[in-house]
């Protein structure tokens, strides 16, 4: 059996790790091939950039070979798709080689689109990439005091992100003696601090307690950066003297291009994890990229590869599926400098976020560290 993964990011690289090592038996006699195709030779551990922002490490921390990564056996080319030819079974790369496959597994993530928003991008930082996590902590070390507001564009990936940011910047700003000269102003686009219901529920109390402002029903419209104000669709308009923004985000452009889904969200089961349609039978669709209404996050990725492994290893060895996938997500949130809490749950049990302790931001931290463990599939 040949099964093609494409992408090597989070969900591609626990996929091909937990497969690789179930069908050990059946890659070394030849019965089955995994091969990956990725965009880049380099492995991101995204989280980290929001430890950039705050200048606790630096991008080169956070970066393996991704061929380091693999499990031996796997074949594995830097070589983006261009185009997907579900009827046939194959795809094809960006150097015009074409790849068939009998199971095809897409986790091809999702991107930032402040350019979206006209004046977003030239007037605010953000720490959706390495540059931009490295140049939001110039900014933040720069700023003497004044207004600090917090944008939110649906949908982004990393759900805590908003409210981990903020609460980040407060501490940081404390710490520096500048907390009585700034004051910090977070607007969501929904009518609550935080999509998840009972994640809201906890950060408003949170807000309140840090002395942080917040406005509600606030999707960004424009921002007008020679006023250095936010305007909103709802006629709302917010000074601000520092712009951190979460910006909205799309699939990859090859999604929508190769018509597999709208804004490069790819419709797909909630349980069985198969693209829906005609082709799905035998495509599997991992992390950012489902259009799935749960969490884009590492933890959901990390959750669905281990299903989507352990079915198609199961497929080759007794011929069927053995799992479905339950929504599992488990989120920490760190809650400033030094605490954290997390929220865990899934299609049936909303999350139940409990006071942050040091403890949970320790675990975290080693988190940080495990994760290479976890990417190969060891956790
Ligand atoms: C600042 C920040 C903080 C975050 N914090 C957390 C957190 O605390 N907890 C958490 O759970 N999640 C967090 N996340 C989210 C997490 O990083 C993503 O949800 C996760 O990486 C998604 O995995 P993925 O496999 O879908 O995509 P990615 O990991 O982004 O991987 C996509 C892969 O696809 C490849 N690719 C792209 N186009 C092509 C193509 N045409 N052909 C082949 N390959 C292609 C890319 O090179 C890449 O290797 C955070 C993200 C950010 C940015």
């Not at 380099?42 to 950039?49: A, D, R, S, T």
């Amino acid at each position: 059996m040949r099964i093609l993964v494409v992408g090597g990011g989070m969900g591609g690289t626990i996929f091909a790790n937990h497969l690789a090592r179930r069908i050990h038996h059946e890659m070394k006699t030849g019965k089955a091939r995994i091969t990956m195709l990725s965009a880049s030779h380099e492995h991101v551990y995204q989280p980290g950039w929001l430890y950039v922002a705050m200048g606790r490490t630096t991008p080169d921390e956070l970066v393996r070979e991704q061929q380091s990564l693999l499990e031996p056996g796997i074949e594995f080319h830097v070589d983006p798709v261009e185009e997907f030819h579900l009827a046939d079974n194959h795809v094809q790369c960006k150097s015009g080689k074409i790849h068939e496959y009998d199971v095809m597994v897409i986790s091809t993530g999702s991107r930032p689109m402040p350019e979206n928003i006209p004046g977003l991008q030239e007037n605010s930082i953000n720490c959706y990439t390495a540059e931009n996590a490295v140049e939001f902590f110039r900014q933040l070390s720069d700023f003497k005091g004044g207004r600090i507001v917090v944008t939110v564009g649906l949908p982004h990936k990393c759900p805590m992100i908003p409210l981990e940011i903020t609460f980040a910047m407060h501490d940081f700003i404390q710490d520096r003696g500048l907390r009585d000269k700034t004051e910090f102003y977070y607007t969501y686009p929904i009518g609550r601090v935080h999509s998840l219901e009972n994640v809201a529920k906890w950060a408003a109390p949170e807000f309140d307690r840090m002395g942080i402002q917040y406005e509600t029903l606030f999707n960004m419209k424009e921002v007008d950066g020679k006023n250095a104000q936010v305007l909103s669709e709802e006629g709302g308009a917010v000074k601000y003297d520092l712009l951190v923004a979460v910006p909205p985000h799309k699939g990859q452009e090859v999604i929508e291009q190769n018509g597999l889904g709208q804004n490069g969200w790819i419709p797909t089961n909630r349980t069985s994890l198969h693209m829906e349609g005609e082709y799905g039978k035998n495509v599997i669709v991992l992390g950012d990229t489902t259009n799935l209404p749960i969490s884009k996050a590492g933890s959901t990725t990390h959750f669905e590869a281990e299903v989507a492994a352990e079915n198609v290893a199961a497929v080759i060895k007794i011929g069927r599926s053995v799992r479905s996938y339950d929504g599992k997500v488990f989120c920490f949130i760190e809650a400033g400098k030094d605490r954290a809490t997390y929220a865990m749950f899934d299609y049936q049990h909303p999350p139940q976020p409990k006071a942050p302790t040091g403890a949970v931001h320790a675990f975290k931290m080693a988190y940080n560290q495990l994760y290479w463990a976890s990417a190969r599939g060891l956790l």
